[in-house]
Nanobody, 119 residues
């Protein structure tokens, strides 16, 4: 088991920036990948970005060039730097970690942090 705690959400005007952080209760070295998802009202949860232990990164097309994900295995943290925010980025953002146990992939989720981008 692992607890993931997000922080850094809030209200920001369009064009502004926010930095989300996710702190894990134990080492994230074995989690592959770790990342961020978001869910807007009335919509399905979607992948924003994730990062593998080897450094490979995936970004949703809608955030490429604006968001940057990073992981610090020594500090057990995953961060998401969000620049040039748009109103359509408004959502609850969730930290996610995937762990392979034998042949099963286990998903861990944080409680979510609200990001609201105003016009």
């Amino acid at each position: 088991q692992v607890q993931l705690v997000e922080s850094g959400g809030g209200l920001v005007q369009a064009g502004g920036s926010l930095r989300l952080s996710c702190a894990a209760s134990r080492s994230i070295f074995s989690f592959n990948p770790v990342g961020w998802y978001r869910q807007a009202p009335g919509k399905q949860r979607e992948l924003v970005a994730n990062i593998f232990t080897g450094g490979h990164i995936n970004y949703a097309d809608s955030v490429k060039g604006r968001f940057t994900i990073s992981r610090d295995n020594a500090k057990n943290t995953v961060s998401l730097q969000m620049n040039s925010l748009k109103p359509e980025d408004t959502a609850v953002y969730y930290c996610n970690a995937k762990e392979i146990i034998r042949t099963t992939i286990r998903d861990y989720w944080g409680q979510g942090t609200q990001v609201t981008v105003s016009f």
